[in-house]
């Protein structure tokens, strides 16, 4: 069947994102110092981020709020509120932070607009992931946004129905195996897994062992080839 | 023209919210209360939420931040963290709150179903409101849900093109005159505001002078009497 739909992470995929998380995280640790150990302190406050995923979901303010947490039982309610002060000015610092495309990313939504329905699949922050869009100048291209609380494979088969296409006609494309490619297989969808070279430890997962409709690419700009290879 | 779409706000309209907002406010200033005069805090907080909001948006993650930036002001930086840790506690019991509906609300969406497309307009966190849906055990009524962040006549003139429907045949029903009543109008939907006994401050506005596609009511079992009247 002819693909006629490309759906799109955003972060990692069309945009940087991940290294501003890891700058900010360096940026904590180094507040913290006095009270322990850098890697330690990573460890915790992964731990405190996936502990509050299921109530506060993704995006920089849920990454905030686990900051806080983390820096209060780090340092058994001894931190600073002036500390606390410095980690609500890194959460605003990644809100406000510029949004860089990847390389490609531009000419290559350019070239597949007029012959594929473009849809951008992200989760996170609705108003952040909104204003990024925005900001990314890369809006114009694509012809849905969904913006949504978990990616798994119901999330693919409601955005396919809704924008009232068949699952083996579209393809995923994204950087995490786990939430853009594993899903979007089990739901019926073609999967194209293009690695950042950070990824956060939550989405770490192997590749599928055996899928005809599974293809990893190192950049964008090889998605329009890779299609055309399939006729 | 006949009404097909009875599009409907979640918070305050469709279960109570505010009521919770306004308690947890009354035990932040009680957590405060050595730093200074409640009424102060409270509109210090309002300040602050104000502020953030075009960064943070709507919701719960944003009220606990914006709560723990107005206690290391208030205090200049003498707040201790175990204060701050028991904020974080007041925002997770608000995530975890019971979602009680509004009287008569499930009654009615039962009646309009079958005759009626009914879509949920919401803003807030994604995850959230998508939560409070599912706990609230209205889920099955809506044809569609909307969760967006913010609610100008742009995002209704979206929410009738996303669901095929024309404007004059779509009504917003909803507790806030601002944010679900005066964009809806004047995007073209008729527009009911059923007032909550809580308004938050920042969702204050006055009536429209003059529109014939406007209407007040008391409560939501109104609504199929309403809908009737206009034949």
């Not at 990454?63 to 959460?91: C, H, W, Y």
């Amino acid at each position: 069947m002819t693909i006629t739909t490309i759906a799109l992470d955003a972060d990692d995929t069309l945009w940087h994102n991940e290294s501003i998380f890891h700058l900010t995280q360096q940026q904590y640790v180094e507040l913290l110092q006095d009270y322990g150990d850098a890697d330690h302190m990573k460890a915790r406050l992964l731990e405190v981020e996936i502990k509050n995923l299921s109530l506060y979901g993704y995006g920089v303010k849920s990454f905030t709020l686990s900051m806080i947490e983390t820096a209060i039982n780090l340092t058994r309610g001894a931190v600073p509120a002036k500390i606390i002060a410095q980690i609500l000015d890194l959460g605003r610092a990644m809100l406000e932070h510029p949004v860089e495309p990847l390389p490609g990313v531009a000419e290559t939504l350019e070239t597949l607009k007029d012959g594929y329905k473009l849809v951008m699949v992200t989760k996170g922050d609705l108003m952040n992931q909104e204003q990024k869009l925005a900001r990314s100048g890369l809006g114009e291209h694509f012809h849905a946004i969904e913006i949504v609380s978990e990616k798994d494979a119901n999330t693919y088969r409601r955005v396919v129905a809704r924008q009232g296409v068949r699952p083996e006609a579209t393809v995923m494309i994204g950087n995490s195996m786990k939430s853009d490619v594993l899903p979007a297989l089990e739901a019926g969808l073609w999967g194209i897994h293009i690695p950042y070279h950070i990824t956060w430890a939550h989405e770490h997962a192997e590749p599928p062992s055996d899928s005809p409709r599974f293809a990893k690419l190192e950049t964008i700009a090889e998605v329009p080839g890779w299609l055309r290879q399939r006729g």
